[in-house]
């Protein structure tokens, strides 16, 4: 049972990529999915997350740049990122609990989630 981020990369300013949060051993079916990051020099902060319902959330950074989305067949929560900044060079973690009210209840970066995978770096740079 693990949960697993993917999809990082080196990117140049202005492109994009696409992160895959993929579940093994459970499904997402019923969880809300949060996406966090951490950059160099700086505090974990939550930065997306969907709810088991399919409500989403976006902190003002990545708000019109990021999407969060759902892929039940493939058990799978992806965050596409576009018009990446340097700002955005971070190493990304995905979390899943299983919650039925709003996914923010779990943006907290102290909040203790029921899985949590390792993370992916992303590196914005020219």
């Known amino acids: 049972v693990q949960l697993q981020a993917s999809g990082g990369g080196l990117v140049q300013p202005g492109g994009s990529l696409r992160l895959s949060c993929a579940a093994s051993g459970f499904t997402l079916d019923y969880y809300a999915v949060a996406w966090f990051r951490q950059g160099p020099g700086k505090e974990r902060e939550g930065i997306s997350c969907i709810s088991s319902r399919g409500a989403t959330w976006y902190t003002d950074s990545v708000k019109g740049r990021f999407t969060i989305s759902t892929d039940n067949t493939r058990n799978t929560v992806y965050l596409q990122m576009n018009r990446l900044n340097d700002d955005d060079t971070a190493v990304y973690y995905c979390?899943?609990?299983?919650?039925?009210?709003?996914?923010?209840?779990?943006?907290?970066?102290?909040?203790?989630?029921?899985?949590y995978g390792k993370g992916t770096q992303v590196t914005v740079s020219s």
């Open positions: 979390a899943a609990d299983l919650i039925p009210g709003p996914c923010t209840t779990v943006m907290g970066v102290r909040y203790y989630h029921d899985y």
